[in-house]
């Protein structure tokens, strides 16, 4: 009966998005209107938007008002050249966002006025005059001048450069009060995977075109998790030219990565292929200062083709896949009677996406995609320590179909996102001595998701930017939960002193985690003692307030500061089965998040080869009981009764500087991070912690288009080795990693 009403609410959303296609909007859209200095508009203008590196152009034309459009864009960084009759050429430079339009207002320089340049230098875009929340948008070009252990998973790159990212017990990370983020957007479709070690191979950031680092403020197009989003578009072989790189690093601890990417196009035919093999000694993080049982390795492979039917079809198809296998570190005790329990993750991604242009004011963009993984924790073959084995075998299959249309400046865009689950789990557990409290399960279940939205991006009058709409969300996999969610946030551009004022108010729906969600509905139906038996695991529910204020310093310094407050219901941690090294998801009644986050960019100064990033969060996260679903464990809350959760870290800050030389591309640097310290539940607050790192690195070859790099890191110099963080009196500490040195070769070709 469940299944049936799912198919039939999915059949009326995907009606109610046929009726919405005459009225939509464009998805990524750059706009604008060309002036003179007298604020009069330029008409016959001809506009060329140029991607920075790569061979993709799009030409228009100024009309009548100087206004120009392009439609169907896809996120990077751009240059946008102008020329006109009277007038010098003029380039403006910005980098456009994935999934969020732009207008830009040009002035071009009569050519009576200017007398020794041809061409003039429109601006750079430092800060977004139309950005209605909290984010930060990194290139393929960003990426590869940072140093590889800042870049070399995902969790390394949230944990330096999102405000206010800080690490949680057992590898997890946490954002702005949630310990479940780092939820990645590909190319316009989400997974409700976990994509923390734990529970995933992870995806190379190699492979992505562009990422925005999101943490607030989410258009209705965004759903299920918001703790800190990745929106990734990834690299496509149109942009290389066939060209690629072969890396490979090399470090203490056991730390190898050998990768190799290669793209071109074969007439209408784009293509890109990615691999990597890595291994480490320290795979996760140890419950000792020092390493033991803790070797791991890994590979991952990324292929997309794109194929472009003239000037109105395109379609792509993008297929990741990757497994990790690792080992489960162990406390002294254990390595001495040889425990050794490992677990083995794999997963397979597809995502099939078709782009149709009506018309330069209208699209749709449909995806189909796929989803498939395995997890399965092997247990320990001594015959003392406690014995747990456990598997997940989750599938995804879904369709997303979005609508655009570009209508008297409004970007109106609605779109239908239906997913089908299979949930697949198993687990036991012998404590080997103490009584068992856990009973042993082995289910799966089918379920779904169905969410519709509709949105508006528009500028009701000069220089105030609002994104308003409305997003439904219907699961149901263990339990069954509906919200409609209304969300709108405001941006203000106070041209003369070029800065921004923001605020939002968002609604937020997150559906319960999809990992061990039955094995906790499980235990929180069928617990040994009656008393943790609390029911399903269960939906968040929020309520989001932020507000920010964006400032350009300089044509390539900015700083931003942004505050934020949310409270909701059934607020999720992960919560570890003894010391089983299963973790399943608990409900808290309800929480209550806020902080602020300053954020001090700085681009390249070409005069000075000087570049950095200052990154400076103050949070405070607390959970009031009592426990309302999933794994309540041994510590029971009473109701209204407060706790700060493990990963509940009040400062946290990151710094990067870099210098860069024109001799052979000579470069150096330091990063810095600091953390006051997590909480204890129920007791201390861990200590404090500062760690910096060096790197330098040199061009030692080059013979375009092949040159050769070299790069030397030495991570955590002072080798600070501090506490992380301690779930429960139960689980031990975990450690942070001790200094490493290395380096990596780079041969571009």
Known sequence: MRNFSLRLLCLRLFCLTAILCGAASAQTAVDGVLRDATGKAVAGATVILQRAEGSFAQQSSSDALGKFHFAAVEAGAYSLKTEASDFYSASYDFVLRARRPLSLTVELQPKESVQQTVEVKAGYMTIDPEKTGSSYTFTQQDLERLPDPLTDSTNSLVNNLMPGASDSHDNFLAVRGTEFSLHEFINGVSFLDNTQPQFSPGTSPQIFETVDLMTGGFTPEYGNRFGGVLDITTRSGTDLGGHGDVNFRGATVDNYDLNADYGGQAGRLGYYVFVDGFTSGRF????????LYDFGKGSRATMQLDWRAGNSDSVKLLLLGGGDNFQQPNIADDQEVGRDAQRHLRQQTAILTWL??????????????ERIGSDRVLPTTDPITPFSTASRSPLTLGIKSDVSHYWHGNFLKAGVDLVRLREDESF?????????????????LLGGQASAYIQDHFSPVRNLTVDLGLRYDYFDLVGTAVQTSPRVGLAYHFTKINSVLHAAYNRYFSPPPIEYSLLASFIGNNAVDPGQRVGNVRAYTQNYFEAGWAQELHPRISLEINAYLHTGHNSFENHEISISRIFVPINFHTARSEGAELVLNMRQLEKFGISGRLQYALAKTYFYGPITGGFAGD??????????????QTHTGTAQIFYHNRWRGLWAGSALRYGSGTIIEGGARLPQHFTSDLVAGINVWDAEPRRLDMEFDVTNVSNSIYQIAKESDEIPIQYAPSRTVGGSLKFHF
Do not use: K, N, Q
């Not at 996760?284 to 390493?291: Q, V």
């Not at 036991?428 to 799966?444: A, M, T, V």
């Not at 510590?635 to 509940?648: I, M, S, Y």
């Open 428 to 444: 036991f557990f012998d404590s080997r001595g103490d009584p068992d409290l856990f009973p042993s399960f082995g289910g799966g």
């Open 284 to 291: 996760l993080d140890p419950p000792e200062p020092h390493e």
């Open 635 to 648: 510590e029971p809350l009473e109701p209204g009764e407060r706790v700060v959760p493990a990963f509940e």
């Open 356 to 369: 149709h242009t009506f018309s330069p004011e209208s699209l749709i963009s449909t995806s189909l995609y």
